[in-house]
């Protein structure tokens, strides 16, 4: 699926402002908008609950623009997708890596600051792939952070749900060019099916 600056805005239905988002260097302070629950903001049945949270804390090492390793634990960011690394969009008529690009701003969100992971949900029958966790840099959600910048992506049949205001956040980041909306791009579920940009060479 191709997708381009002005596709894939999020309705919202109803405006409310948000003052109390966590503060971080880099991010304005402007409110955020509430809407009505997305219906695709739903749990996979193909995810099963993690029971009682573990909570890991430390500095982390990012591995791509949604996943972090916290003391040797491997961790998925909860509700959102990024580009894969070696994935490329497009911005002013020229291919550029996104996907490297997606990791450098989730190395920016947790550079220099203890992150904690509280696992959210793990995946059925896949013990050794990385737990889906709710990640905070210095307080700030990662998750909220990387729609924010538009590094990364709603999916549209996400394994964990996120806040409904979420949307509203990746509507922002588009209208604004944040990211990934300053040009065009294959949304990274379908990157992963052998969808491409019409430039992008086939590996």
Known sequence: MHWSRPSAKATATRITERPDLPKRPGFS??????????????????VAAAGPAASVRGLAQIVDGDSLEIAG?????????APELGQRCMKRQRLYNCGDLAQAAL??????????????????????????????????????????????????????????????????AEERGHGLWKGSFVAPW???????LPEEPVD
Do not use: N
């Not at 634990?73 to 997708?81: C, K, N, R, T």
């Not at 990364?152 to 949307?167: I, K, N, Q």
């Not at 379908?190 to 491409?196: A, D, F, K, L, S």
């Open 29 to 46: 302070r402007k409110p955020f908008a509430a809407v009505g629950v997305f219906a695709s903001l739903t749990l996979l049945s193909s």
């Open 73 to 81: 634990q491997s961790f998925d960011l909860a509700g959102v997708d």
């Open 107 to 172: 190395m920016d969100l947790t550079a220099g600051v203890e992150v904690e992971c509280r696992t959210v949900a793990s995946r059925s029958g896949e013990t050794t792939q990385p737990r889906i966790a709710r990640c905070h840099a210095d307080g700030y959600d990662l998750s909220e952070g990387m729609i924010y910048t538009g590094w990364a992506l709603l999916p549209p049949e996400p394994e964990v749900a996120l806040p409904e205001s979420f949307v509203v956040i990746q509507s922002r």
């Open 190 to 196: 379908e990157w992963r099916r052998g969808v491409r």
